[in-house]
């Protein structure tokens, strides 16, 4: 895995400048089984300090691969390589960033992926999942998005929300069809979510990776900033319906609605109507944007070109702070 220097486009006229793991935000998909013996060898192509911590993976004899700067490894420095190596003892919903300057690198720069364990005995509700769907929540800063080195203060208040790093209406239809059994897999990566999808109750079944003992019925499910709520959604309700994040100023572009962490359920022999907002989206659709085809794939590590950031020209040279 790489970590690169690039530019991210999250909602339209806004662009940001991201370290990213192998050059996109969100980073790979790395989808495991438990058990699995995990290698990553991570090289730093950038001009600053970065690492990779595995968010929910315990590391049992392993843990100088927990990935904290100055205290299970030496953050890798630009130019360097790192390998992290452990085993997959975990299963569920996990994720990875960095762990430098977490403020500004992970609540900023897009420093952060996916790392999906399959369980060795999934429970009766997984078993009936016929669309695995990952949804990453996110908050971005417009006033300093293009310098490195800044933001990522106490009480910042972000400006932009995104799904898997787009803002409503760059983000992508999730295209369904009556009785699909979802499993929508909630990612609070940088920002809080009040999820709520309109036309169906969700069952919460796993927070951060662990099965609950009683799911539980829910409209709005609060996904904490770290945390992984998974739910499990019948699709029985045939229509189109928005999915959006109930904390109010998550759904606005810099202020302005519509806008945020916001996206649309179109279920399959649904006309679409002349004004409805995403009529044309059939020429820009991407199919794994939610990354449900990518997690039928054989187990590893996944790209997804539509997610890869664009190389930045440099005008002038910066000034450079090492964390
Ligand atoms: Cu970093």
């Known amino acids: 895995m790489t ?3 690039v530019e991210v486009e999250v909602a339209p006229g806004f662009k940001a400048r991201v370290w990213a793991y192998n050059g996109q935000v969100p980073g790979p998909l790395i989808h495991v089984k438990e058990g699995d013996d995990v290698e990553v060898t991570v090289h730093n192509l950038t001009a600053l300090n970065h690492t990779i911590h595995w968010h929910g993976v315990y590391q049992t004899n392993s843990w100088r691969s927990d990935g904290v700067p100055k205290v299970t490894q030496q953050a890798i420095e630009p130019g360097d390589s790192y390998v992290y190596k452990f085993v997959a003892d975990k299963p569920g919903s996990l994720w990875y960033h960095c762990h430098v300057n977490v403020a500004e690198h992970v609540g900023l720069r897009g ?13 009766a509700l997984e078993k009936e999942v016929t669309k695995d769907v990952v949804l990453m929540f996110s908050g971005w800063n417009s006033d300093v998005a293009m310098e490195y080195g800044k933001g990522g203060h106490p009480r910042e208040v972000a400006d932009y929300y995104s799904i898997n790093g787009k803002s409503f209406p760059s983000s992508q239809p999730l295209r369904v069809k ?23 109750d969700v069952l919460v079944t796993h927070k951060d990776g662990l099965p609950l003992k009683s799911p539980y019925w829910a409209d709005v499910v609060h996904v904490p900033e770290g945390a992984r709520m998974d739910v499990i959604v019948r699709m029985n309700n045939p229509g189109r319906w928005i999915n959006h994040d109930h904390i109010e100023p998550h759904t606005t572009n810099n202020g302005k609605m519509p806008g945020g962490a916001v996206m649309i359920v179109e279920y399959e022999g649904i006309e679409k109507d002349d004004w409805y907002v995403w009529k044309d989206k059939d020429a820009s659709y991407d199919p794994d944007f939610y990354m449900s085809e ?3 794939k054989p187990y590893g590590m996944h790209n997804h070109a539509a997610f890869k950031g664009t190389k930045i020209k440099k005008k002038k040279k910066k000034k450079k702070k090492k964390d």
Not at 111 to 123: A, N
Not at 178 to 200: I, P
């Open 178 to 200: 009556e009785g699909d059994v979802l499993r929508l897999r909630l990612y609070g990566v940088s920002s809080e979510t009040a999820y709520h999808l309109h036309g169906h």
């Open 294 to 296: 990518m997690l039928k």
């Open 3 to 5: 970590i690169e220097e």
């Open 111 to 123: 420093m952060w992926g996916p790392l999906i364990v399959d369980p060795k005995e999934p429970t």
